[in-house]
């Protein structure tokens, strides 16, 4: 088989899931984005993608994303930033990242909006919220503390080139995810008081896309189930 072959198979497979998880939560199947991470894949893949009528890609570190983004500048596509951001990234991130699912505190605000405001194409930046589902007290590993979330959010309201679109979350590792997806839910109805319009949430990975479907995820994040496994060891 082709490699185009391999992704073709690997994406429909995903499609039905995620048309399966909808049915399953009474939810339209165009209720969900999936966003292919396309992390550690080549750019070839993408292009394979893009034929294959996928619109958004993910990617989680700056230096391969802005290389992946410029040799794919054609394809009509949205590039998704999914990973740890640096400060001194944030504003390049924001010249070719559609939307910023990562960030996690106040000091990347500036930067992000400074670097959209310097966009030829002028659009804003979705950016959303990462909150840390991990327990409090453990060393967590990203992502903001709940706490700390509404202050967050009314400093991403405030910038000018950035549009405040929702939360973004993974699962800890070594939990059953539909009890942390329950805990964002939860977070989510609280957050969703005070941004009414910011309704987007982004959960759910190759391996627990139902789990986030059936909790209400709007973005799902999905890469292996995709793509294979990936070729070099993160
Ligand atoms: C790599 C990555 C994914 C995709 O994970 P898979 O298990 O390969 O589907 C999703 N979200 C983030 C933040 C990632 O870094």
Not at 55 to 68: C, I, P, S, W
């Amino acid at each position: 088989m082709s490699r185009a072959d391999d992704v073709a198979r690997g994406l429909g497979e995903v499609r039905d899931r995620i048309a399966s998880a909808c049915a399953e939560a009474g939810r339209g199947a165009d209720d969900v984005t999936l966003v292919v991470i396309t992390k550690y894949f080549p750019a070839s893949d993408v292009r394979i993608l893009a034929d294959l009528g996928v619109t958004d890609v993910g990617e989680n570190r700056h230096q391969e994303a802005a290389a992946k983004a410029e040799e794919c500048a054609d394809l009509p596509l949205t590039w998704h930033f999914v990973g740890g951001l640096q400060s001194n990234k944030a504003a390049a991130v924001a010249g070719y990242a559609g939307v910023v699912h990562s960030v996690d505190r106040v000091k990347l605000v500036r930067p992000l909006d400074r670097g959209a405001g310097e966009r030829p194409d002028a659009r804003a930046v979705d950016v959303l919220l990462q909150v840390s589902l991990d327990p409090p007290g453990t060393e967590h590993r990203a992502g903001a503390a709940p706490a700390d979330l509404a202050a967050l959010a009314d400093t991403v309201a405030a910038a000018e080139h950035l549009r405040l679109r929702g939360l973004m979350a993974v699962a800890p590792l070594g939990e059953d995810p539909a009890g942390a997806f329950e805990r964002l839910a939860g977070l989510r109805a609280d957050f969703l008081s005070d941004h009414p319009d910011a309704t987007w949430l982004s959960a759910g990975m190759s391996g627990d896309l139902e789990q986030a479907i059936a909790v209400g995820a709007t973005h799902v994040r999905v890469g292996t189930a995709v793509l294979g496994s990936r070729p070099r060891v993160q």
